[in-house]
């Protein structure tokens, strides 16, 4: 089947599945679709569920490529060790994160059958971090979603904390933003307070801006694509790890 087949069988599940995001995957050898003679790509059955699989661990499982593609090569050499359904098992029993749909189970490996697969739930999702540049919010609509009054939106920007777009305009984190601070406010909190966070992302976000921009750099023609999903996935394990050294260092301030 053609590309477009394939996008079509997979969209239902995945609607931010693009033929750049196929291609992208491709080049990082996670699926090898076999190619005609005028060089077109032609995609079969268990190219398909390949593609499932990876999507779905991205999204539910919260796992980087890398970790994806050596599941897959345990997998396609017999080695894995653990099965999908003791891993969505385990899952369910932490309160469903990382939980595994069943069409993951029928993964096939050139025809065969899906063995056994190591889980290992995440954090935070690559696939959170994909940037939705069609989100334009006015500055009316963002007051009314995030529950805050002009004042406190105009702290948050002086602060740094929020930036409108050239035409005024802003996007959707800037809503879960305010609605955030405004949370943090009732704790006493205030705007010029956050600026410590603000600070260390940035720095957070440059680091992995750093790793990503000699790939960026490459000339061939998915070298976009491949730098965007590397900085997806660097942040993603920053949030995590962030999310873990908050946790242990509130614990240890609590006594625990």
């Known amino acids: 089947m053609s590309i477009g087949s394939v996008l079509d069988l997979l969209r239902p599940d995945f609607p931010d599945i693009t033929i750049s995001k196929i291609r992208f995957l491709e080049s990082e050898g996670l699926i090898s679709p076999e190619r005609t003679p005028s060089g077109y790509r032609r995609f079969h059955v268990a ?3 390949r593609l499932r699989f990876v999507l779905t661990a991205q999204r539910d499982q919260y796992l980087p490529l890398k970790v994806i593609k050596e599941q897959l090569e345990a997998i396609d050499s017999g080695a894995a060790t653990l099965g999908v359904r003791e891993a969505r098992a385990r899952a369910n029993a932490v309160g469903g994160v990382g939980a595994m749909p069943d069409s993951t189970e029928s993964l096939a490996n050139g025809g065969g059958r899906l063995r056994r697969l190591n889980a290992v739930p995440g954090e935070v999702s690559p696939e959170e971090l994909r940037f939705d540049h ?3 919010i006015t500055r009316a609509d963002l007051l009314d979603q995030a529950g805050i009054d002009e004042k406190f939106l105009t702290e948050l920007i002086r602060a740094n904390l929020i930036t409108p777009g050239a035409a005024g305009y802003f996007d959707g984190d800037a809503v ?13 909190l205030e705007a010029r307070h956050l600026r410590a966070f603000k600070l260390a992302a940035d ?10 921009a000699p790939i960026a750099k490459s000339r061939d023609a998915d070298a976009r694509a491949r730098a ?3 900085v997806r996935e ?3 394990l920053s949030l995590t790890l962030h999310t873990c050294l908050v946790k242990t260092s509130v614990r240890a301030s609590l006594g625990g």
Do not use: N, P
């Open 228 to 230: 965007e999903e590397t």
């Open 203 to 212: 720095r957070e976000a440059a680091m992995v801006a750093q790793i990503a």
């Open 47 to 49: 190219d398909v569920e």
């Open 234 to 236: 660097l942040a993603a």
């Open 176 to 188: 879960t933003l305010a609605r955030t601070a405004k949370a943090l406010s009732e704790f006493g």
């Open 134 to 136: 069609e989100i334009r």
